[in-house]
């Protein structure tokens, strides 16, 4: 008796594996060039190049402020995060991508429903229908439809540990049809990250960068907001809120703000507000039924939450209140204080 049923436990899984593995290779490999081979209407169209380059993450270094701080990157569109993907709830959207990589990549749209057999639009090859687009020139096109408005990303999926780690990834907003949330003054989303550039002993000169791990040679030794560490030289040059640096929000008395903040990384990131509380008002791209008001939220990797608050409206609210990680450690630029994941709420009159 139990002879026969050990080998019916096993013919199962072996029959389980065998149909697994026949969908990941019927499907992993089906990619279509572009969205008009695809066919269909859509709402939106998003082309997506994915190439190396150099990132500035600093405009200067700690101690010689002739060098700026350079990442050798992996980017969409020749940025880190990629382009900001705005669409409205319910658009088709159509996503044309090219890979200019030495390698072949797939892009995965975290937190959203596409298609997982037509087109294997969604997945990580091998394991699943992941796209798989092969390097130097490949080409596919996939597709979803916008989900709930609220915050989601995208990223790549193949080779994760070093593909994501050095710069591919990037948002997806999805508004509302019928919007009722546009008192923000501030609206923006950020996309928390940490890297590892090595420097030559000898020179002084950054020459490499690796995926930041968790073991100690390649522990990270810089932390990003948007692909930039806090500048405190250049704190007080900023364009509409964008400092040299990474990113401060800039508000006037009474001014309401949403951030949503998502952790990109290997890290958590505990994420406090000097001088006032905000409201957490949705997670992951779904509305909180009772949101929860604190200073300091943790944003583990892969999640995505939005908060609320208002800039104030008395004399004490007015001046520059610090918006830090608590994992002191990644407020540092290579272990020099302040750096890294540090922002600010610059209230004015």
């Known amino acids: 008796m139990l002879r026969r049923l050990r080998f019916i436990v096993i013919a199962g899984v072996v029959a389980i594996f065998a149909v697994v593995t026949m969908v990941s290779q019927g499907y992993a490999h ?11 209407h859509w709402d939106k169209i998003v082309s997506l190049t994915a190439a190396t380059g150099k990132w ?3 405009a200067h270094d700690e101690i010689d402020h002739s060098k700026s701080v350079d990442a050798d990157a992996w ?29 072949s990549t797939s892009v995965h749209f975290h937190g959203i429903k596409a298609p997982y057999i037509e087109n294997a639009n969604d997945g990580v090859p091998p394991v699943g229908a992941g796209l798989d687009i092969p390097g130097n020139g490949g080409m596919g096109a996939m597709h979803f439809t916008a989900p709930s408005a609220g915050g989601y990303m995208y990223h790549a999926h193949e080779d994760t540990t070093r593909q994501i780690l050095l710069g591919l990834y990037g948002k997806i907003i999805v508004k ?12 923006d989303m ?13 020179t002084n ?56 903040m998502t952790g990109i990384g290997q890290w958590p990131h505990a994420m406090h507000m000097h001088g006032r509380n905000f409201q957490v008002v949705a997670k992951d791209g779904t509305a909180l039924a009772n949101p929860e008001t604190m200073n300091t939220i ?31 450690d990644h407020a540092t630029n290579h272990d ?10 610059v209230i004015t009159k």
């Open 30 to 40: 089906t990619a279509v060039g572009t969205c008009k081979d695809l066919g269909g």
């Open 56 to 58: 500035t993450i600093l």
């Open 75 to 103: 980017m969409y569109n020749g940025t880190v995060p990629g382009p900001t993907m705005t669409v409205t709830e319910g658009d088709k959207v159509c996503v044309q991508f090219t890979n200019n990589l030495p390698e």
């Open 176 to 187: 509302s049809k019928f919007p009722t949330d546009n008192g923000y003054a501030f609206d």
């Open 190 to 202: 950020w996309m928390l990250s940490e890297w590892r550039i090595d420097k030559d002993p000898k």
């Open 205 to 260: 000169d950054y020459i490499d960068t690796v995926p930041a791990g968790l073991d100690a040679d390649t522990l990270p030794d810089y932390f990003t907001i948007d692909g930039k560490a806090f500048d405190p030289v250049a704190l007080g040059d900023k364009d509409d809120g964008v400092s040299k640096g990474n990113k401060l929000i800039v508000l006037k008395q009474g001014q309401r703000a949403r951030l949503r």
């Open 298 to 328: 943790t944003v583990h990797p892969g999640e995505i939450y939005d908060i609320v608050f208002t800039a104030g409206f008395t004399t004490e609210d007015l001046g520059i209140w610090v918006f830090h990680c608590h994992l002191l």
């Open 336 to 345: 020099v204080y302040p750096g890294g994941l540090i922002s600010a709420v």
